[in-house]
């Protein structure tokens, strides 16, 4: 139930704009582990090698990391209870990147028998206003 409160802030945080979010010079990531599984070893490719992001409980966020370049969608690898799970795109032919800002790839895992998947969803991050009193 705290995984779906905390994925139903973050996607209202995604629909709000802000005139804040000009001001970042970098494509900066996070990970969401929005699954009931923890995640162990989490690695990252947007095209420009692979960026490890350690290791998240369900629920968590992870700290930013900067890419020079990325996209809606990105290669991830990661264990869950020791075994391997992959998110392998085919190419990024066509696909637009993304602007300099703050973004969250939120990774879903579902697993049934033999039929695992892993799924990757965009989140563009809001930077709260400051509070100027």
């Known amino acids: 139930m705290k995984l779906v409160k905390l994925l139903f802030v973050l996607l209202l945080l995604t629909n709000c704009s802000s005139d804040t979010t ?5 494509i900066n990531i996070r990970i969401l ?31 930013y990391q900067s890419f020079e370049l990325a996209y ?13 799970y992959t998110l392998q795109p085919i190419d990024y032919v066509g696909e637009t990147p993304l602007e300099n800002g703050n973004y969250t790839y939120a990774i879903s895992a579902e697993i049934k028998d033999r039929y695992d998947t892993l799924s990757l969803n965009l989140m563009y991050d809001v930077e709260p206003l400051e509070d100027n009193r």
């Open 72 to 84: 809606s969608y990105a290669f991830v690898e990661l264990l869950i209870d020791g075994e391997v």
């Open 33 to 63: 582990n929005a699954s009931l599984f923890d995640y162990q070893d989490i690695k990252v490719d947007t095209s420009t090698g692979l960026v490890d992001f350690g290791s998240l409980n369900s629920g968590v966020l992870s700290e």
């Open 22 to 26: 000009d001001t970042v010079e970098t």
